[in-house]
């Protein structure tokens, strides 16, 4: 990827990029380059099909049960639980949760909606709002636990169901792109191309270079 934006930014400008830049200049762009594609494909995952194939190395599941539940004095409001999720996990793709109901034991696979805190704060005793046997809340407090490394999500669950287990398929942050020991994007071959390009664009742009081809 190094030597193909080199010669890319060679043929779009009169500037041998290869006299004036270190390869860690153009691993740099590259990353944010790999960065910014991967939210591109991040929003449109739901929308094109194509979205998911791009990102399919990068797809990771995790499986929550009862088990994995923090102490139940974490957990802000009555019923909810408390996960520490993959320090990994850069955006959500997937989610379900397994309830049952208390009295009957009836089993129901319910939705999640992700809310912020001032939503479940404002809405939670609202009968058309709160969570129901078809939608569990899920907000993310911003804490990490004791061990580091980790997000922290916290599940509602509606009155009369107690939690199961909680289905998790996310994105994960890519691997940083690193010339020097060869380790290339893990993004799917089918966005190599567009990868290269924006990363030449962001360094044309970033040093002023002239936009002509080479005569």
Do not use: C
């Amino acid at each position: 990827m190094q030597l193909e934006s080199e010669l890319r930014i060679n043929n779009l400008t009169q500037v041998n990029v290869g006299t004036f830049m270190h390869s860690t200049v153009i691993e740099s762009f590259l990353n944010k380059a790999q960065d910014l594609t991967t939210r591109k494909y991040i929003e449109l995952y739901d929308k094109e099909p194509q979205a998911r194939i791009y990102l399919g190395r990068l797809i990771e599941g995790v499986k929550l049960t009862t088990g994995n539940v923090m102490t139940a004095t974490d957990a802000t409001r009555t019923g909810a639980v408390m996960f520490n999720v993959p320090a990994s996990l850069w955006w959500p793709v997937f989610e379900q949760v397994k309830l049952t109901h208390t009295a009957t034991s009836t089993v129901k696979l319910a939705r999640v909606k992700e809310v912020t805190g001032t939503h479940a704060e404002l809405n939670w005793e609202n009968p058309f709002k709160k969570p129901y046997e078809d939608m569990v809340w899920r907000t993310e407090t911003g804490r990490v636990a004791a061990t580091g490394g980790f997000k922290v999500f916290q599940l509602m669950i509606p009155t009369g169901y107690t939690f199961l287990e909680y289905i998790l398929d996310y994105v994960k942050h890519p691997a940083d792109i690193v010339i020097s020991s060869n380790t290339a994007t893990v993004l799917d071959e089918g966005v190599h191309n567009e990868l290269v390009d924006l990363a030449v664009e962001l360094i044309i742009d970033t040093y002023n270079l002239r936009k002509q081809p080479n005569k």
